[in-house]
Every structure is written in structure tokens, then in C-alpha cells.
């Protein structure tokens, strides 16, 4: 297995000791696995903060991890009042510094795509679109919270979030830390007309208003 990890700063987020780690269960996360469990090598992406979970999992296996901290992003902690698409893919393209030629089977979002501003998700999507292709498939959260379609509400600075990582086919470890950027909770409506790259194919309720969602190639 190798393993690329990729981060801009540090980013701010300290374990919060009022909360401890948890372990969660999954109910697309074993759906994703059944899908890749038959590919010869896989490339996962994984735009969280890094986990060792995540790493001991995969640990064996013919699988490269590129992970790249997308929380430290300049446009997921301070993005500018005014940004086009165009203007945030080049700086998306910029941070991800991904080989030309590799695509991705799985990325892991988990909750990062909601501290992007609409802008920003739009051009990540874009960013990606010559790494994935038919195969790919997606993970993440969505929120319950509901905006207004092309509105950015309920923006918090200093939002406790969580680290993610893969504990077993089944199981999910959350930890909790504190982001410095604002979290946007966009509405599937919104994934659905800024994030064209990829489609959600499935959603479920996983717990404390969370959902759980699966990507397809869009």
C-alpha cells in the first residue's frame, strides 16, 4: 500500500477533549466495499484530515491513498467574497496536485464538501472530473439542515466536526475536532446542481441528523 498525504497548514483541528472518539456504524460503507472488493488495485482518494484507521484498513491491500486535507484549503478556511467556478477549480487543481492520468475507483469526501462555498464545490467538481470516471464511487455525509437553493446558511466559524476514518467494512471512527472554516450544510438539491461530477445514487440516516451518502459517476 502506498500512501500520499498532502496538507496546506495546520489546520486547526485539536481533538476536543469534551467529546471522546466513537465508533459508528455504516450502512453504505459496506455497499461501497461489496462494489471494489473484486478490483485488482485501487486508488482512493481521501480529502479528509488523514486517519490512521483509515490507513490500518487498507493496510494489505493493493491500494494507493492519496490523502489531501481539503479542510485546510484556502477555500474551504477563508474564501474570498467574490470567486467564479473558474477561479476556484485552478485553485482546487492547484492544491490536489493530482497525476494527470490517475483516476480514482473510491473518494472519500466525508463532511469536507460542505465547508466549500458553492463556488468552490462547483469548481472542485470540475477538478476531479478527469479522475474519475464510470467505476468511481463516492462517500460522504449530507446534513438534514435545510438551505435555500444557491444559499450558503447556517455558517458557523470555529464548527466542531469530526475525523473520519474507516475502522472496519462496517464500522466508522469519529473523532471530534474543531474547523476553522464554516460549515455550509448544503442540501442534496445544491450537491445535485454545483457537484454535476458525481450523482448520489444512495441515502440513509445514519444518526444526530447525518446522512450517509453514496456517489456515483454523474
Same mark, same amino acid.
Given at each position: 500500500?502506498?500512501?500520499?498525504?498532502?496538507?496546506?497548514?495546520?489546520?486547526?483541528?485539536?481533538?476536543?477533549?469534551?467529546?471522546?472518539?466513537?465508533?459508528?456504524?455504516?450502512?453504505?460503507?459496506?455497499?461501497?466495499?461489496?462494489?471494489?472488493?473484486?478490483?485488482?488495485?485501487?486508488?482512493?482518494?481521501?480529502? =479528509?484530515?488523514?486517519?490512521?484507521?483509515?490507513?490500518?484498513?487498507?493496510?494489505?491491500?493493493?491500494?494507493?491513498?492519496?490523502?489531501?486535507?481539503?479542510?485546510?484549503?484556502?477555500?474551504?478556511?477563508?474564501?474570498?467574497?467574490?470567486?467564479?467556478?473558474?477561479?476556484?477549480?485552478?485553485?482546487?487543481?492547484?492544491?490536489?496536485?493530482?497525476?494527470?492520468?490517475?483516476?480514482?475507483?473510491?473518494?472519500?469526501?466525508?463532511?469536507?464538501?460542505?465547508?466549500?462555498?458553492?463556488?468552490?464545490?462547483? =469548481?472542485?467538481?470540475?477538478?476531479?472530473?478527469?479522475?474519475?470516471?464510470?467505476?468511481?464511487? =463516492?462517500?460522504?455525509?449530507?446534513?438534514?439542515?435545510?438551505?435555500?437553493?444557491?444559499?450558503?446558511?447556517?455558517?458557523?466559524?470555529?464548527?466542531?466536526?469530526?475525523?473520519?476514518?474507516?475502522?472496519?467494512?462496517?464500522?466508522?471512527?469519529?473523532?471530534?475536532?474543531?474547523?476553522?472554516?464554516?460549515?455550509?450544510?448544503?442540501?442534496?438539491?445544491?450537491?445535485?446542481?454545483?457537484?454535476?461530477?458525481?450523482?448520489?445514487?444512495?441515502?440513509?440516516?445514519?444518526?444526530?441528523?447525518?446522512?450517509?451518502?453514496?456517489?456515483?459517476?454523474?
Amino acid at each position: 500500500m502506498s500512501t500520499l498525504l498532502r496538507r496546506k497548514r495546520n489546520d486547526g483541528s485539536a481533538p476536543v477533549p469534551a467529546r471522546q472518539t466513537e465508533t459508528v456504524t455504516s450502512r453504505l460503507l459496506p455497499v461501497l466495499m461489496e462494489r471494489i472488493e473484486s478490483r485488482d488495485r485501487l486508488h482512493v482518494l481521501d480529502l =479528509g484530515s488523514g486517519s490512521q484507521s483509515t490507513l490500518n484498513f487498507f493496510a494489505g491491500r493493493n491500494t494507493a491513498i492519496h490523502f489531501v486535507d481539503l479542510f485546510s484549503a484556502d477555500l474551504a478556511v477563508e474564501p474570498p467574497d467574490e470567486l467564479s467556478t473558474a477561479e476556484a477549480c485552478e485553485q482546487l487543481v492547484q492544491y490536489l496536485r493530482l497525476p494527470e492520468d490517475l483516476v480514482f475507483d473510491v473518494c472519500m469526501f466525508w463532511d469536507a464538501l460542505h465547508y466549500l462555498p458553492l463556488a468552490g464545490l462547483e =469548481g472542485l467538481s470540475r477538478a476531479l472530473v478527469p479522475h474519475i470516471n464510470s467505476r468511481t464511487l =463516492g462517500y460522504g455525509f449530507g446534513a438534514l439542515a435545510r438551505g435555500a437553493r444557491g444559499e450558503e446558511r447556517d455558517g458557523q466559524a470555529g464548527n466542531q466536526g469530526c475525523r473520519y476514518g474507516i475502522e472496519d467494512q462496517s464500522h466508522l471512527k469519529l473523532t471530534p475536532v474543531e474547523r476553522p472554516g464554516r460549515y455550509r450544510a448544503h442540501t442534496q438539491q445544491q450537491f445535485d446542481e454545483f457537484f454535476p461530477a458525481m450523482s448520489i445514487q444512495k441515502a440513509t440516516l445514519l444518526q444526530e441528523g447525518r446522512l450517509e451518502l453514496l456517489f456515483t459517476r454523474g
